[in-house]
């Protein structure tokens, strides 16, 4: 770099979801020094899991995509969708262009339970089954047999809390929704009438948050079922809330207690909320018929609650089961990685390996964190590894690309991605869809393949 010239840098972001937009928009902020920002994604649509994670039936939350056009907006941003890095472009690759780099791709893999039946058929991940009916192009040849009256998922997270949801709404609640169209068929003619969530610990422990749980009780066809048992507080968790109290978790218990006092059976499904049971052994030859629980007793290790289990078992029949324990992140191909936390190796954002910080690396988001917190964490997390950005640029701590003017790296990404797609190209796809859900009161009918998608816009 020449020091007299204004600093003026290139970024590559991979991952244009929210973690992908915050460092964006942070970075084009900047007035000294300036960054040019493209931004990538494996495939042609933008906003990475509020397209195809957040529920479709919240469709509030997907408001925050219209501050990520605003970003996009801007005239040193470039959008290269259906780009993946390690197939179409190498890390090797993005440093003879860019001076940094960030990594914001989430958390991509779901994790075990660790229990005997888990690869039965229709045992399933959570994962799996929301990038279904969000209509994942990897996704959306997913089968699931919903000719099973009863369901059961494992984890009372909010990911859980959404597959349960999505289990219990009704054809006339989700066709006014932007949920895949084939999932949409399918859930329709869903024979699903019981489902039941599974939390290892008590309510106070519960991961999902008060307003996800409270809609959970309001369900049109859905009846919430848990026990006055379920829902008392262990002792152990009643000490343990009296010496920390907390409004919000305060809030949840009675939340709960109040479910346990609805005596209303009048409704065609059943959500079945159990706590302090944990999975054993999912049952079955070939397929999914059970799942064995355990009943837990909550006790106090070190500065943790944690359940142990009792002698104290049940079966419950079910043709189908989802593991909802969270995400883990995927390694990257030539990025350090803590395999055990499934994150990239990093100080505040900055990448390091054995020798230190690599220079001209970053990570942000559930890759550099672990995959915690909503939509809006992200843009903190961001805001961290940006400053840092902003720190080495300034000390001349980066990637020294060996071509960095934005046509170069553009007819060699072009070079490598025939079917990428740019911000106008998503733009033409948005607009086809939303046109197409018009007719139908819906916001948009999704185009669900990488072809689909190339076609529609090429017409
Ligand atoms: P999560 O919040 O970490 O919940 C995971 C759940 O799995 C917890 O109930 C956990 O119990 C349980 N679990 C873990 N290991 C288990 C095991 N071996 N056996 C039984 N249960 C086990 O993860 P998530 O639901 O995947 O959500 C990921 C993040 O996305 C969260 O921050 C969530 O809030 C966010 N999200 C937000 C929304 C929204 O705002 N509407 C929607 C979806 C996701 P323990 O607590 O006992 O570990």
Same mark, same amino acid.
């Given at each position: 770099m020449n020091d007299s010239a204004p600093l003026r840098l290139r970024v590559a972001i991979i991952g244009a979801g929210p973690a992908g937009f915050y460092t964006a928009e942070q970075l084009l902020r900047s007035e000294d020094p300036q960054f040019e920002v493209d931004l990538f994604d494996q495939l042609p649509?933008?906003?990475?899991?509020?397209?195809?994670?957040?529920?479709?039936?919240?469709?509030?939350?997907?408001?925050?995509?219209?501050?990520?056009?605003?970003?996009?907006?801007?005239?040193?941003?470039?959008?290269?969708?259906?780009?993946?890095?390690?197939?179409?472009v190498s890390v090797t690759d993005l440093r003879m262009f860019y001076h940094q780099i960030v990594y914001c791709t989430g958390a991509q893999e779901d994790r075990l339970i660790g229990i005997p039946g888990e690869d039965l058929r229709h045992s399933h991940s959570a994962t799996e089954f929301v990038a279904w009916y969000n209509g994942h192009p990897d996704f959306r040849d997913r089968e699931f047999d919903l000719s099973k009256p009863v369901a059961v998922v494992v984890g009372v997270g909010n990911v859980a809390v959404d597959v349960a949801r999505i289990l219990c709404r009704t054809c006339e609640e989700l066709k006014t929704t932007d949920i895949a169209d084939y999932a949409l068929a399918q859930l329709a003619e869903s024979a699903v009438e019981d489902v039941y969530m599974l939390g290892r610990r008590g309510p106070a422990q519960a991961a999902f948050t008060n307003p996800e749980a409270k809609e959970l009780g309001e369900l049109p066809d859905a009846d919430i079922l848990v026990s006055s048992r379920d829902a008392a507080l262990d002792p152990v968790s009643r000490q343990w809330l009296a010496d920390n109290p907390d409004r919000l978790t305060e809030r949840k218990v009675e939340l709960i207690e109040e479910f346990a006092?609805?005596?209303?059976?009048?409704?065609?499904?059943?959500?079945?909320?159990?706590?302090?049971?944990s999975p054993v052994e999912i049952l079955g030859s070939e397929e999914v018929t059970g799942i064995r629980i355990v009943r837990n007793?909550?006790?106090?290790?070190?500065?943790?609650?944690?359940?142990?289990?009792?002698?104290?078992?049940?079966?419950?029949?079910?043709?189908?089961? %989802? #593991?909802?324990?969270? /995400?883990?992140?995927?390694? =990257?191909?030539?990025? $350090?990685f803590d395999d055990k936390r499934a994150i990239v190796r990093n100080e505040g954002g900055r990448v390091v390996d054995d020798d230190? %910080? #690599?220079?001209?690396? /970053?990570?942000?988001?559930? =890759?550099?964190?672990? $995959?915690?917190?909503?939509i809006g964490t992200n843009k903190a997390d961001a805001q961290e590894t940006v400053a840092l950005m902003i720190e080495d640029a300034k000390s001349r701590r980066t990637n020294l690309p060996t071509q960095p003017g934005p046509a170069a790296a553009d007819?060699?990404?072009?070079?490598?991605?025939?079917?990428?797609?740019?911000?106008?190209d998503w733009q033409r796809l948005d607009h086809i869809e939303t046109e197409r859900g018009k007719p139908c009161g819906r916001p948009r009918i999704k185009c669900t393949t990488r072809d689909e998608m190339i076609a529609a816009i090429r017409k």
């Open positions: 649509t933008p906003y990475g899991l509020v397209r195809a994670g957040v529920a479709p039936d919240h469709a509030k939350i997907k408001n925050v995509t219209r501050k990520y056009d605003a970003t996009a907006r801007h005239e040193s941003f470039r959008f290269y969708g259906n780009v993946t890095l390690n197939s179409d006092g609805m005596s209303s059976r009048t409704k065609r499904k059943r959500l079945h909320l159990r706590f302090l049971v007793e909550i006790n106090l290790v070190g500065e943790r609650l944690r359940p142990s289990p009792t002698s104290e078992t049940e079966v419950i029949d079910c043709g189908l089961v %989802f #593991r909802s324990v969270g /995400y883990r992140g995927r390694a =990257i191909e030539d990025v $350090p230190g %910080f #690599r220079p001209g690396e /970053y990570v942000a988001g559930w =890759i550099k964190r672990g $995959p915690t917190g909503v007819s060699f990404i072009r070079s490598r991605s025939p079917d990428l797609f740019s911000w106008a």
